[in-house]
């Protein structure tokens, strides 16, 4: 199986050679949500990361991952429209052959939760698998486990602590975002992720579907830290695709510093 970029599902392909190590490996598609506000080379550092850390465990084999922009409506301060910022990230990716960016969180009419925004393309990768069909109609038996890929939620080991920020989070979501997807994620100077999951009962007693996978060089490139500069007239090469700035500059956006 492959990641089909086009349609934003794992489709056959008989053509793509699998080395014969992956082939017995469960198939892994990596969903990433944000603001992507804009994106940067950090955030594609973290797929590279964690596709690296997967296939390290001798379990995994990654076969696509998926870009989430989040909703306008999510009223977060600075927030450049959608439009914006899927068309930057599809700009981001044009040198990826495993990364795509999708829409549909951000088309919705109103901000998605992100267990919600799982539990979709989810759905989608089950809904678009070569034997579903003949599954529904009871042509074919279920296949094996390892036929089925696997959807984790990827994020910085800053994401991980704010599961631990009153009423920001659903217990119940959390739950099921552990228990039933899985979590990838990338560590963060400053922060913690072992301290994090012992201090969480829910990632406690989950831990052992979140991969904690290490940066071996560290870069700490914010969103943040990127309108403010471009706020400031100062030059952001090389912390973004350079298809990514000469967007910002066609569009006029990010002219006023971002927030701390």
Known sequence: MSFCPNEGRVAAAASVNVPDKMKSRIPVVLLACGSFNPITNMHLRLFEVARDHLHQ?????????????VNDNYGKKDLVAARHRVAMARLAL?????????????????????VKVLRHHHSELLRSLPWKEGLDQGKVDSPGPAAVP???????????????????????HIQEIVEKFGLVCVDRAGHDPKGYILGSPILQRYQDNIHLARE??????????????????????????DAVIAYIKEHDLYTSPGEE
């Open 57 to 69: 465990t001798g379990r995994y084999q990654v076969i696509g991952g998926i870009i989430s922009p």
């Open 94 to 114: 044009q040198t990826s052959d495993w990364i795509q960016v999708d829409p549909w969180e951000s088309e919705q009419v109103q901000w998605t939760e992100t």
């Open 150 to 172: 696997e959807l984790k939620l990827l994020c910085g080991a800053d994401v991980l602590k704010t599961f631990q920020t009153p009423n920001l989070w659903k217990d119940k």
């Open 216 to 241: 071996p060089v560290q870069n700490e490139i914010s969103a943040t830290y990127i309108r403010r500069a471009l706020g400031q007239g100062q030059s952001v090469k090389y912390l973004l695709p």
